[in-house]
């Protein structure tokens, strides 16, 4: 667990954190969304120790972070960043490995680790093991950055931007491995976004930035149902909140017996996803099905009836 209390930094009698209070739960991922300068990345980086508060405390763990040298602290956090921070003259294979190695890890370990992260980022090993960060896209490059991030296991991963650099389908990719990865191993995962979409689908929890202040901290749908600024429902977007609502839904609670024309839409499709369809193909249900099963059928109006405010 990560606890902030009252937490403040100034610099140069400039306050660009101010006051924070905040937990995150083991296990679970905060997002952090907010304008430019609102002082999303020196939270991230009070809590590795990168930068010191002048007021207030940070627990990790239990453990005041101020009692903890920051290379132990920092052996048990994982770092992302966006320019992932490669080592340049360093194969792909030893960026990942770079903690394990501090750590060490004995070499047929770390080889089995740098190829079952490559394998998970499908970046084939046999590949991409010896090549130098130069002979990668940047895709590839930050995708082995939140690798190397997540290589020696960390309880907790925090991360810049990490996937800022990468197109949308990529991008999509990379969030549902974190995801994936995420659940798989438990990792605490604090995430500073510019991309509301982005907080929204990753964050168990959001917490909102402005002008140094914490103005909001909730889940996803009641940060939609109820933002508690101006300031939030404008990042927001008004427009966006019916399908925002309707993107964190799926379609497997909505399910009724009775037939429906056409492809079926797979269990697990985000309501958004399955209006969307419905409205394509001009279809006002759709069959729902589980491993090649019909489940039964979902309506266009039961889908629509998701995107209801409160
Ligand atoms: N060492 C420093 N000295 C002076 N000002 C600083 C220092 N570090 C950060 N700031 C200022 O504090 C404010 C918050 O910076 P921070 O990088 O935390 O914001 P951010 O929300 O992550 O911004 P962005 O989204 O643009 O990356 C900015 O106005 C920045 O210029």
């Not at 489940?295 to 889908?303: D, E």
């Amino acid at each position: 667990m990560i606890e902030l209390a009252h937490v403040s930094r100034v610099v140069g009698g400039r306050t660009i954190v101010a006051d924070v209070s905040l937990r995150v739960a083991a296990g679970t991922i905060l997002t952090v969304v907010g304008t430019s300068g609102s002082g999303k990345t020196t939270l991230l980086r009070l809590i590795n120790r990168l930068v010191e508060p002048s007021a207030g405390t940070i627990r990790v763990a239990g453990r005041d972070v101020r009692t903890v040298p920051p290379h132990a602290l920092r052996r048990g956090i994982g770092y992302a960043i966006q320019g992932h921070g490669l080592f340049p003259h360093r194969t792909v294979a030893e960026n990942i490995g770079a903690v394990p190695k501090l750590l060490g890890w004995e070499r047929a370990r770390i080889a089995a680790r740098v190829d079952e992260l490559l394998t998970l980022f499908r970046l084939d090993p046999a590949l991409y093991r010896d090549r130098l960060p130069a002979a990668l896209s940047g895709g590839e490059q930050q995708r082995i950055g939140v690798a190397r991030a997540l290589a020696a296991e960390p309880p907790i991963l925090l991360m810049d931007e990490p996937f800022g650099a990468l197109d949308p389908i990529i991008r999509g990719r990379a969030q549902d491995d974190l995801k994936a990865i995420q659940q798989r191993y438990g990792t605490t995962i604090v995430l500073v976004t510019h991309d509301m979409n982005e907080a929204l689908r990753l964050g168990d929890r959001i917490a909102v930035m402005d002008g140094g202040r914490l103005v909001q901290e909730a889940d996803p749908t009641a940060l939609i149902g109820a933002p508690a600024t101006e300031f939030v429902g404008a990042l927001l977007g008004r427009g966006d909140r019916a399908f925002q609502l309707m993107a964190l839904r799926l379609v497997d609670d909505l399910v009724e017996p009775g037939p429906a024309p056409g492809a079926p839409i797979p269990a697990g499709t985000s309501v958004r996803d399955a209006l969307a369809e419905s409205l394509w193909s001009q279809r006002p249900a759709l069959p729902v099905s589980r491993d090649g099963v019909i489940l039964g059928r979902v309506t266009r109006a039961r889908l629509e009836a998701q995107g209801a405010g409160p």
